[in-house]
């Protein structure tokens, strides 16, 4: 086909991917909404300066762990102190020092372990999927690659990057990255490459009007219900920018070891870079239950191993949840750990919709249970209090850190 003659055909469907759903309802009430609520405050107090990291052993990209939904679930709730020691974190400096900081919390109601905004329950019992598949990929590969500079550098898909330890991110701020731990700590020490942590921002050589055409209709029709996006190969040269990462921060939650039963809840880092992006970043937000989400869909993009150079997005319906974790079959592959996952609604303040990161994916997590081997995609959810953390790292005060 002439990608000329298409040209007008795809327009539209682009119109209906992306502006579509503003038009969709009359009414707000019938839209999938943010609810902005008072988060808790997570406040630094006393830092110290620890031995310097040894920066060993290479980073892995898939996560282990004897923990599956059903243990996470059974798992004590933390009390007030828990929280606070598994809430206070490590900061790796590019100059190879390392600081612990004790964090205080408060406003915090240790009764619940839910977001206050998104408590409603629906009366019937949570979804479970009941097939796991061993592999990575469930199913048919459902993912697609971005071609093309008119896409690549276009919200949302701009503010994916990739660490240079293997690891994708997001942008959260003007200079800023939010990724997994297990990225740039093991559990025990951090990873080789941690020190002189780099973020890179992909590029691209040349254009291909045509090979960005083919990508984006494919995505157009796949979101659409269509077939899944398999386009002819691109010709576009891709390159990374690099920035180096002036700061690190990752929680004590994580450090105490991520082969016990709650690191996991714990994977998630944020970098702090030397200089700003200069790129549109996507918000925080508190994650809802994932009944909540529209057509209850999660959405990233990260750089997948299988597919070098190449920006890779995907969507799924999210499946079993805990408290801090969001089970589903997003198809990855190594290399997509640490993107930010994310969903859009209405923001009934600024009467527009909005995507936000409401969690980081942790990548493929193993589980050995009885000799056998399950296997599952997990993200940790951002919660309230995971909000206030993170919005402390990014913002440096609390007065900016209380609505989520």
Same mark, same amino acid.
């Given at each position: ?60 990209? @898939?996560? $282990? #762990?004897?923990?599956? %939904?059903?243990?996470?679930? &059974? ?9 606070? +020691? ?22 915090? @109601?240790? $009764? #619940?372990?839910?977001? %206050?905004?998104?408590?409603? &329950? ?9 097939? +796991? ?24 898909? $701009? ?246």
């Amino acid at each position: 086909m002439d990608s000329r003659a298409a040209l007008p055909r795809f327009t539209s469907l682009l119109f209906l991917l992306f502006l579509a759903p503003v038009f969709s309802s009359s009414s707000s009430s019938s839209r999938p909404q943010w609810v902005l609520q008072r988060v808790p405050l997570v406040l630094a107090q006393q830092t110290e300066a620890r031995s310097a990291p040894h920066f060993l052993s290479p980073a892995r990209l @898939d996560v $282990s #762990s004897p923990c599956d %939904p059903e243990c996470h679930k &059974r798992a004590p709730r933390p009390s007030y102190w828990d929280l606070r +020691r598994l809430l206070a974190y490590e900061t790796l400096h590019s100059d190879g020092q390392l600081t612990e900081t004790a964090v205080g919390i408060y406003g915090y @109601d240790p $009764s #619940s372990n839910t977001s %206050p905004a998104y408590s409603a &329950r629906s009366s019937g019992k949570a979804e479970r999927s009941h097939v +796991r598949r061993k592999r990575q990929i469930f199913g048919h590969d459902g993912r697609f690659s971005i071609a093309g500079q008119n896409f690549l550098l276009k919200y949302p898909f $701009s503010v994916a990057v990739k660490l240079s330890t293997g690891c994708s991110g997001t942008l959260v701020g003007d200079r800023h990255v939010l990724t997994a731990a297990h990225c740039v700590h093991d559990g025990k020490n951090y990873v080789k490459g941690a020190q002189k942590l780099r973020v890179g921002f992909l590029k691209t050589k040349q254009r291909d009007t045509r090979a960005s055409f083919y990508a984006s209709s494919n995505f157009t029709n796949h979101v659409e219900g269509g077939p899944a996006p398999y386009g002819p190969p691109t010709n576009d040269k891709m390159k990374f920018q690099w920035i180096r990462a002036k700061r690190t921060h990752v929680p004590k939650g994580w450090i105490k070891g991520n082969a016990n039963d709650i690191g996991m809840d714990y994977d998630y880092a944020l970098l702090e870079l030397k200089k700003p992006h200069k790129r549109r970043h996507m918000k925080l937000g508190v994650s809802p239950p994932a009944q909540r989400l529209p057509g209850r869909r999660v959405h990233f993009s990260g750089f997948d191993n299988d597919r070098p150079g190449k920006l890779v997005y995907r969507f799924c319906r999210a499946g079993e949840e805990t408290s801090d974790l969001l089970y589903q079959h997003c198809d990855a592959q190594p290399g997509a750990s640490g993107s930010g996952v994310y969903a859009r609604m209405w923001d009934g303040r600024r009467q527009r919709w909005e995507r936000k990161v409401i969690g980081v994916f942790s990548g493929h997590q193993w589980v050995e249970r009885q000799g056998a081997t399950q296997e599952f995609n997990v993200a940790v959810r951002i919660t309230p209090l995971k909000y206030a953390q993170i919005c402390y790292w990014i913002k440096g005060n609390f007065v900016d850190c209380r609505e989520g």
